[in-house]
């Protein structure tokens, strides 16, 4: 019952989320990148290969508002690729090597 709950509930989220949450979303993403390379808390080549990522979802997210139109799986596709950025920015910045 909870596992069905939760569900739906994640479905309702999904499916709340607009081009435009997207976007916001993408972009301070990209701030907090380029502020841990600042701050020198990832390396050139980890900060290249997250900016590279980013590219790829400016591209995704371009791609599907071509019609005009997200649609539920482009918007989970795009969340996904998003989550998955965020979790590879925080490996990186703790991975306790020095810069």
């Known amino acids: 019952m909870k596992y069905l709950f939760i569900v739906f509930i994640s479905s309702l989220t999904f499916s709340k989320l607009s081009a435009q949450t997207l976007?916001?979303?993408?972009?301070?993403?990209?701030?907090?990148?380029?502020?841990?390379?600042?701050?020198?808390?990832?390396?050139?080549?980890?900060?290249?290969?997250?900016?590279?990522?980013?590219k790829v979802i400016k591209d995704a997210m371009q791609v599907a508002n071509a019609d005009g139109v997200f649609s539920p799986k482009e918007k989970n596709a795009i969340n996904s690729k998003l989550n998955r950025a965020e979790k590879r920015l925080i490996?990186?910045?703790?991975n306790k090597e020095v810069y």
Do not use: F, P
Request: zero cysteines; aromatic letters at 6%; hydrophobic letters at 25%.
């Open 23 to 54: 976007e916001i979303s993408q972009k301070k993403q990209e701030q907090r990148i380029k502020k841990a390379h600042a701050a020198n808390k990832i390396s050139e080549l980890e900060y290249s290969k997250l900016m590279e990522e980013q």
């Open 91 to 94: 490996k990186y910045q703790g």
